[in-house]
């Protein structure tokens, strides 16, 4: 069983910077592909990017892509999202998301944290 504790959320204005982390608990760590989702109040959530265990291969949504950075430290069992520039738009719970596989991590993992929020003002 893994377990995912996210922090680094809140309130910020557009054009701003957050690092989001993730610190997992649980053995083997790096076997594990990694996620980022996010969810704004009245939406379905949303798949923002995933990095792989070994930390060489990640993928981002479209609304995200070169704005945000998804990154992991397998030696302190943590996933980063750095998130630049950002939109009021990007407003939302923002949830780590734990998989065996990197491939199906898009559509969600089999363990999820309890989320923090992130708040972009105008």
């Known amino acids: 069983q893994v377990q995912l504790d996210e922090s680094g959320g809140g309130l910020v204005q557009a054009g701003a910077s957050l690092r989001l982390s993730c610190a997992a608990s649980g053995r083997s760590f790096m076997y594990w592909a990694m996620g980022w989702f996010r969810q704004a109040p009245g939406k379905e959530r949303e798949f923002v990017a995933k990095?792989?265990?070994?930390?060489?291969?990640?993928d981002y949504a479209d609304s995200v892509r070169g704005r945000f950075t998804i990154s992991r430290d397998n030696s302190k069992n943590t996933v980063y999202l750095q998130m630049n520039r950002l939109r009021p738009e990007d407003t939302a719970v923002y949830y780590c998301?734990?998989?065996?596989?990197?491939?199906?991590?898009?559509?969600?993992?089999?363990?999820w944290g309890q989320g923090t929020q992130v708040t972009v003002s105008p």
């Open positions: 998301s734990a998989a065996p596989s990197f491939g199906r991590l898009s559509v969600g993992g089999d363990y």
């Open positions: 990095i792989s265990g070994s930390g060489q291969s990640t």
